[in-house]
């Protein structure tokens, strides 16, 4: 396999440059309650260019959409003697519910959007990632058959 830029035999996976990057690190540090081992990862340059598709954040957009949905939920039961505390929003209750539940909608909508790219999109990127190759020479990047 070659280079299709410059036909140079100095090709590498792009996967492989990614692994080659990317690395865990341990730390311990000594306490006076003993040690503390931290892990983390330490990506190179190089790796983080050569890095796989990222998938679209479904949990995350699930989440604030229940959160919105929750506060639009304490919206309508601003009245409640539960919500005392928070009767000086009581005038603005309608509001605050119209507001969060078109903010629960918009991020339901991400939420259903991210899902679609991942299920959809994503595999035929990750697949493309996983045949492309980066010359050494020129830096050219894409897959070979
Ligand atoms: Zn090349």
């Known amino acids: 396999m070659v280079c299709n830029q410059c036909g140079s035999e100095n090709i590498t996976k792009l996967s492989l440059i990614y692994q080659g990057g990317v690395s865990e690190v341990t730390t311990t540090t000594r306490t006076a309650q003993g040690d503390v081992r ?3 990862r330490h990506v190179t340059e190089a790796a ?3 890095a796989p598709p990222e998938k ?3 949990v ?3 989440f604030f959409t229940l959160f919105a949905l929750a506060v639009a939920y304490c919206g309508t039961q601003l009245g409640n003697p539960a919500f005392a505390l928070l009767s000086f929003l009581a005038p603005y209750a309608r509001w605050i519910t119209i507001a969060t539940v ?3 909608i918009i991020f339901a909508y991400n939420g259903i959007q991210a899902y679609r790219f991942n299920t959809l999109r994503w595999p035929a990127l990750y697949d493309y990632w996983t045949r492309c190759f980066q010359c050494g020479k020129c830096g ?3 897959p070979r058959a």
Do not use: M, Q
């Open 38 to 40: 931290a892990t983390g």
């Open 102 to 104: 078109a903010l629960a």
């Open 140 to 142: 050219e990047v894409g």
């Open 56 to 58: 679209h954040d479904v």
């Open 60 to 62: 995350g957009a699930l």
């Open 48 to 50: 983080r260019r050569a």
